[in-house]
């Protein structure tokens, strides 16, 4: 089992930055990708970002250019970066995580094995 701990989301104005933070514990070693989603209100959830145990990376395209995903020296952190902050960037993001490489690719996120609780970010106009 792996539990993952997300951190760092809050209330911004638009054009802001925040740093989301992911914290995996248990059976990390069998994980090779970790992503981030988003769910706003009345929509679907969408993957924002995503990041292979080797290092690769991908991004939703209304995230490009903003936000950077990347893993702490211990491999058991991921950040996400999220700067140039938009409106439409508010929702609630999670950490996911699974063992599948192919599912950094999975943009609704049903194949992830492992799961955060969310944490909120809000952007003001």
């Known amino acids: 089992q792996v539990q993952l701990v997300e951190s760092g989301g809050g209330l911004v104005q638009a054009g802001g930055s925040l740093r989301l933070s992911c914290a995996a514990s248990g059976s990390i070693f069998s994980i090779n990708v970790m992503g981030w989603y988003r769910q706003a209100p009345g929509k679907e959830r969408e993957l924002v970002a995503a990041?292979?145990?080797?290092?690769?990376?991908n991004y939703a395209d209304s995230v490009k250019g903003r936000f950077t995903i990347s893993r702490g020296n211990a491999k058991n952190t991921v950040y996400l970066q999220m700067n140039s902050l938009k409106p439409e960037d508010t929702a609630v993001y999670y950490c996911a995580a699974d063992r599948d490489y192919g599912l950094r690719w999975d943009f609704r996120g049903n194949g992830m094995d492992y799961w955060g609780k969310g944490t909120l970010v809000t952007v003001s106009s």
């Open positions: 990041i292979t145990s080797g290092g690769s990376t």
